[in-house]
């Protein structure tokens, strides 16, 4: 018995002994998570993408890593609580965000890239809803209402994904939509309320084209929406194909995109990290373009551009 217990005690001894290396070897992340973490939103969608073809032609200089969020709103706040490094979103969002936190104040513009689009979309078949009575003595009755078009969603549910759930709201409160917004985490919860009946249209921004609505199919009943309503900055409108959906030449409200840094020193890792990736994106601009990567690279036509977000300027150059 005596020497079974010296056996344990000596085990245990040496359990203790490597356990701070066990621990120090799980709270190192192994690659790709070494590097500069970069928020993007869900998989499949815009960012996401354009996270995969800057890893596969600057990865080879500068470490990346994806940090999955739900999109530019939700990179914001990823960015402010340190939780990334760098973060891709809507000039938009950032500009209605920056008063909300100095975190998000203070980022900086790495580079400039392509457009997030609004898909705007509606059920085919007419929406139907219990509505106010307008006979006597009935308390509510049935109302069917076509929807053709982003007005006609006026006082109906809509669900919100992602830096939707912010636009939406700017475009409700602007033009007195009065909609009843169901916040969602994902493209694939917008459709299925959708499909249910639970909301008449669904509010999503990506760049084109959007992983989801290209899932659909003709016989899916939904249907994109043009936006209809009066295009101010830093908005514009933007003309798109959904060949899958029979939707051609379409109207999209669309908001300028920025990778965007937190304010890094210039000495620092981080910040010489930053300004490797600002280079290497410069330098290979014209590759994005004309490599298989994604159509969204053919938007950047100035590399400088910022549109009035405080620049990042690598050492040398500030």
């Known amino acids: 018995m005596n020497k079974i217990n010296s056996t344990l005690t000596a085990l245990a001894i040496a359990l203790l002994a490597v356990a701070p290396l066990s621990l120090q070897a799980q709270s190192t992340p192994a690659e790709p998570g070494d590097g ?7 998989k499949g969608k815009g960012y996401s993408k354009l996270f995969a073809d800057l890893r596969a032609v600057c990865g080879s200089q500068v470490a990346i890593t994806e940090v999955e969020t739900e999109g530019g709103l939700q990179n914001l706040t990823t960015l402010a609580a340190n939780q990334a490094d760098l973060g891709f979103v809507q000039l938009d969002t ?18 400039p890239l392509n457009a997030n689009l609004l898909h705007i979309v509606a059920r085919s078949e007419a929406f139907s809803y219990q509505g106010p009575k307008r006979t006597w003595p009935l308390p509510s009755e049935t109302i069917t209402v076509s929807i053709d078009k982003f007005s006609d969603l006026k006082n109906l549910p809509v669900a919100v994904v992602g830096s939707a759930r912010a636009l939406g709201r700017v475009l409700d409160r602007r ?24 909301v008449a249209g669904m509010l999503s921004t990506s760049g084109w084209p959007s992983g989801p609505i290209q899932k659909l199919k003709r016989d899916s009943n939904a249907k994109l929406l043009p936006f209809d309503l009066a295009v101010q900055p830093p908005y514009q409108l933007v003309k798109k194909n959904y060949e899958n959906l029979d939707t051609f030449n379409h109207g999209f409200l669309a908001a300028p995109n920025l990778l965007v840094t937190r304010p890094f020193s210039n000495t620092g890792a981080n910040g010489k990290a930053a300004a490797t990736l600002q ?6 601009v014209r590759a994005l373009q004309e490599g298989k990567f994604e159509p969204a690279w053919a938007e950047v036509k100035n590399t400088s551009e910022t549109y009035g977000w405080p620049k990042f300027l690598a050492a040398g150059r500030r």
Do not use: H, P, W
């Not at 280079?279 to 290979?284: G, W």
């Open 94 to 111: 950032l500009q209605d965000m920056k008063g909300s936190d100095d975190n998000i104040g203070n980022l900086l513009a790495l580079m």
């Open 279 to 284: 280079s290497c994106i410069q330098k290979n």
């Open 175 to 198: 033009f007195v939509m009065n909609m009843r917004f169901v916040d969602v985490d994902t493209d694939e919860q917008a459709l299925a309320k959708l499909k249910s009946g639970e």
């Open 36 to 42: 500069l973490r970069i928020a993007t939103g869900k």
